[in-house]
């Protein structure tokens, strides 16, 4: 029998030295300098649009917030050149007592928008998460006004007071009711100033009382009607405890939105009849654009400035709480 030598490495495998493989090098010299280029090409694209979006932020929002404080120390008018005054823009505005009747009167303003803003959309928000059809369609009636232009809104509700042809009056006047003088009467210009800012802004609480509802168990609502709870002791004992935290969150944030109450008033009543409906805002406006006295307007901005931020440090406090 003949045996076939074959020769080495003509057909076997090579026998292994049994040394470990060195590593190859990660790449090229010139290929780790492409690399770091490419890095810091993208990390300087970053940083540029970041820079450009805080010297737009600064710009456009901390400039005019230290420009207004420095405007609080100053006699400004525009007209000549600024003169610096200390506090006697502060003595001044505490001084005049249209100041405390414009607190007085966002402060009734922020009361009654509480009694009637805080409670409408809530229970808005109930009725509607009963209905199982046509729940969309409902939800877009009642996000509908916050949809409409302010300017619009305020128009719309001019006509329904008008004292003449105005359609309150005239629903009034259908009722054999006596007719009303809603804006031009000083016990009822506020409560109508109330009425529109609530129709105007309470969609979006609805659908955040609406959203907050979906989250609620189902699981609670069975047992509380196996137990026989009525529609009023599920609401008191299952509805609002679970909705705690959101319905303190919408009041604080209501209560900051209606101390900054300007439009109303402005396009409605003009902070009559005999300064009835004057809000802070609204003697923030005269003092800078009908007085041309931008440092008592700052003054008064900061005072307005410092009281939001009481308000937001609770905001804060709570929802970190929450948190």
């Given at each position: 029998?003949?045996?076939?030598?074959r020769?080495?490495?003509?057909?076997?495998?090579?026998?292994?030295?049994?040394?470990?493989?060195?590593?190859?090098?990660?790449g090229?010299?010139?290929?780790?300098?492409?690399?770091?280029?490419?890095r810091?090409?993208?990390?300087?694209i970053?940083?540029?649009?970041?820079?450009?979006?805080?010297?737009?932020?600064?710009?456009?929002?901390?400039y005019?917030?230290?420009?207004?404080?420095?405007?609080?120390?100053?006699?400004?008018?525009?007209?000549?050149?600024?003169?610096?005054?200390?506090?006697?823009?502060?003595?001044?505005?505490?001084?005049?007592?249209?100041?405390?009747?414009?607190w007085?009167?966002?402060?009734w303003?922020?009361?009654?928008?509480?009694?009637?803003?805080?409670?409408a959309?809530?229970?808005?928000?109930?009725?509607?998460?009963?209905?199982?059809?046509?729940?969309?369609?409902?939800?877009?009636?009642?996000?509908l006004?916050?949809?409409?232009?302010?300017?619009?809104?305020?128009?719309?509700?001019?006509?329904?007071?008008?004292p003449?042809?105005?359609?309150?009056?005239?629903?009034?006047?259908?009722?054999?009711?006596?007719?009303?003088?809603?804006?031009?009467?000083?016990?009822l210009?506020?409560?109508?100033l109330?009425?529109?800012?609530?129709?105007?802004?309470?969609?979006t609480?609805?659908?955040?009382?609406?959203?907050a509802?979906?989250?609620?168990?189902?699981?609670?609502?069975?047992?509380?009607?196996?137990?026989?709870?009525?529609?009023?002791?599920?609401?008191?004992?299952?509805?609002?405890?679970?909705?705690r935290?959101?319905?303190?969150?919408?009041?604080?944030?209501?209560v900051l939105?209606?101390?900054?109450?300007?439009?109303?008033?402005?396009?409605?009543?003009?902070g009559?009849p005999?300064?009835a409906?004057?809000?802070?805002?609204?003697?923030?406006?005269?003092?800078?654009?009908?007085?041309?006295?931008?440092?008592?307007?700052?003054?008064?901005?900061?005072?307005?400035?410092?009281?939001?931020?009481?308000?937001?440090?609770?905001?804060?406090?709570?929802?970190?709480?929450?948190?």
């Open positions: 029998m003949k045996t076939t030598v020769p080495e490495g003509a057909g076997a495998p090579a026998a292994s030295s049994g040394r470990p493989k060195e590593p190859k090098p990660a090229t010299p010139k290929a780790a300098r492409s690399h770091l280029a490419r810091i090409r993208e990390n300087l970053a940083y540029a649009f970041l820079g450009a979006g805080l010297v737009v932020f600064a710009a456009f929002s901390w005019p917030i230290v420009r207004g404080w420095l405007l609080g120390f100053q006699q400004v008018t525009f007209a000549q050149p600024a003169q610096w005054v200390g506090l006697d823009n502060f003595r001044r505005l505490f001084d005049d007592p249209l100041f405390v009747t414009a007085q009167n966002t402060a303003f922020t009361a009654l928008a509480l009694v009637f803003g805080f409670a959309p809530l229970a808005t928000a109930v009725v509607l998460n009963e209905f199982r059809s046509a729940r969309g369609y409902l939800r877009m009636t009642v996000y006004p916050v949809m409409l232009p302010p300017i619009v809104t305020m128009l719309l509700w001019r006509w329904f007071y008008d003449g042809p105005g359609l309150f009056n005239s629903a009034l006047e259908a009722l054999h009711l006596p007719a009303q003088q809603w804006l031009e009467s000083e016990n210009a506020m409560v109508s109330v009425l529109v800012s609530t129709w105007a802004n309470m969609g609480t609805t659908l955040i009382y609406l959203a509802l979906g989250g609620i168990p189902g699981q609670l609502y069975e047992a509380a009607e196996l137990d026989g709870a009525s529609i009023r002791q599920r609401l008191w004992h299952v509805t609002l405890p679970q909705m935290f959101i319905l303190m969150i919408t009041l604080l944030l209501q939105g209606t101390m900054q109450v300007f439009i109303e008033p402005y396009i409605l009543t003009g009559g005999n300064d409906t004057v809000t802070v805002l609204l003697l923030l406006f005269r003092y800078a654009f009908v007085y041309s006295d931008f440092g008592l307007a700052s003054a008064m901005s900061m005072v307005l400035f410092v009281v939001l931020g009481l308000f937001s440090l609770v905001y804060l406090r709570l929802t970190r709480s929450k948190g």
